[in-house]
């Protein structure tokens, strides 16, 4: 057998091998991320306080408080304080198609917006949160792929890549989910042009009614040197609440 139809033949044989492999990991990775979505909405319902704090790059900062609901494809954030932010309403639901549909009341101007898609990308009121973040998780219309194993804060995680199938705002997002308990103990956002641009880690998580729940969550803007963090408390889950607390409340859609 010649040089040239060896090549070949080597050649074929590990593409019939790598094809197989790289499907059974591509799925393994959707497995990974189906099983991190039931690890970060567990329970029928949840419920629970906030404080927002948001750290400029200077060290000063400005905290807001509110409530937080969640029940099946619905989320709600209203905030309480302080005076000037007081009424903000954000309702979140997930559409058939696994996208988010965002509303916001905003009481100085007694209106309710429907934030339209080609804005979501932007910081939700200055916060290192944009509004796609406070949402669901965005696992459609996306590829994944395993990058391999890491330990974050002593836990071992696998490394899972997404890459959009379609423009987006960011150009990849890398999640390290846990092993045990498949919550996303960090993840990394990446900017169109491939360069690191926030990042997000669940800094104390807490067992409540069994689950295993991010009690505080920091999300990081790099470039600007910039942070926002989530604190929860009064955390209770299954308390079977009205459908209308994931819901802007009806006297702002009138």
Known sequence: ?????????????????????????????????????????????????????????????????????????????????????????LAVERMRDGMNSFKLYLPVIRRLRTIERDVRG??????????????????????????????????????????????????RIVRYVDKQDYLPRRTEYFAQNGEAFKQRTFDRVEPIQSYPTPMEITMRTLPAKTQSRLRFSEVKYDTNFADDLCSVSKEYAE
């Open 1 to 89: 057998m010649d040089t040239r139809r060896s090549s070949t033949l080597l050649f074929l044989c590990a593409a019939v091998v790598l094809l197989p492999l790289g499907v059974a990991l591509a799925d393994q990775a959707e497995e990974i991320l189906a099983k991190m979505a039931q690890a970060v909405e567990p329970g029928k319902d949840m419920r629970a306080t906030f404080e927002m704090t948001v750290t400029s790059r200077s060290n000063q900062q400005v905290s807001w408080t509110g409530e937080y609901y969640r029940k099946g494809d619905k989320k709600r954030v209203v905030f309480r304080s302080p005076v000037d932010i007081k009424g903000v309403d």
């Open 122 to 171: 932007e910081a939700f009121f200055g916060t290192d949160f944009n509004y796609e973040d406070l949402g669901f998780e965005q696992l459609s219309s996306t590829k994944q792929k395993i990058l391999g194993e890491d330990n974050v804060a002593g836990r071992a995680c696998y490394k899972v890549e997404s890459v959009p199938a379609k423009g987006w705002w960011y150009g």
